[in-house]
């Protein structure tokens, strides 16, 4: 079978247009600076980056509250969107990670880490630090990371910022000494 070298030529321009059109990132990138500090406790920006929009001009982050005084809640916006949050709480002892995400966010089968102190799925993680010992408050303080569209899903980035973020809050030694 032949074809005319005119038809072949036009074939090979639309796949190109085609393969370019596909290509093409309409220039969006990330524009913004990751912070490697939420809520005032250090967290792997690397990991943060990976969660966040691939694309956007201005991050912002609103904080609320403190853990000192029993809870605190960091917003992180995109170009005016909220993409992440974190909140941290002081509760009663007893409570587990797994528990936090399947009660607060519904999801069934998160993963576990670190002795089951840290539980995690793409888009959201629980933390919690056992306040226990003569000289503390017998409390656990609890942490909770989500994220919301357009920010990503990233099981493994989810999994490396909460357990970052976790660290450098037992680095605080956050647990409050009794009265």
Same mark, same amino acid.
């Given at each position: $079978?032949?074809?005319?070298?005119?038809?072949?030529?036009?074939?090979?321009?639309?796949?190109?247009?085609?393969?370019?059109?596909?290509?093409?990132?309409?220039?969006?990138?990330?524009?913004?600076?990751?912070?490697?500090?939420?809520?005032?406790?250090?967290?792997?920006?690397?990991?943060?980056?990976?969660?966040?929009?691939?694309?956007?001009?201005?991050?912002?982050?609103?904080?609320?509250?403190?853990?000192?005084?029993?809870?605190?809640?960091?917003?992180?916006?995109?170009?005016?969107?909220?993409?992440?949050?974190?909140?941290?709480?002081?509760?009663?002892?007893?409570?587990?990670?797994?528990?936090?995400?399947?009660?607060?966010?519904?999801?069934?089968?998160?993963?576990?880490?670190?002795?089951?102190?840290?539980?995690?799925?793409?888009?959201?993680?629980?933390?919690?630090?056992?306040?226990?010992?003569?000289?503390?408050?017998?409390?656990?303080?609890?942490?909770?990371?989500?994220?919301?569209?357009?920010?990503?899903?990233?099981?493994?980035? $989810?999994?490396?910022?909460?357990?970052?973020?976790?660290?450098?809050?037992?680095?605080?030694?956050?647990?409050?000494?009794?009265?």
């Amino acid at each position: $079978m032949r074809y005319a070298p005119h038809a072949l030529r036009g074939a090979s321009l639309l796949v190109a247009a085609l393969t370019a059109v596909g290509c093409s990132s309409g220039g969006s990138k990330q524009e913004f600076t990751v912070p490697n500090v939420l809520c005032g406790v250090s967290v792997p920006s690397k990991a943060l980056s990976q969660l966040l929009p691939s694309s956007g001009k201005r991050l912002s982050v609103e904080r609320t509250g403190s853990l000192d005084e029993g809870s605190a809640l960091c917003t992180l916006k995109v170009d005016g969107a909220t993409v992440l949050e974190v909140s941290g709480e002081r509760i009663d002892s007893g409570d587990s990670a797994r528990n936090i995400l399947r009660s607060r966010l519904s999801i069934q089968d998160p993963r576990s880490a670190e002795n089951n102190a840290i539980a995690y799925a793409d888009h959201a993680a629980a933390s919690l630090i056992k306040c226990r010992g003569t000289d503390v408050e017998e409390e656990d303080i609890s942490t909770l990371i989500k994220t919301l569209k357009p920010a990503h899903a990233d099981e493994p980035a $989810m999994k490396q910022l909460i357990q970052g973020y976790t660290n450098s809050l037992k680095a605080q030694s956050p647990c409050k000494e009794k009265s």
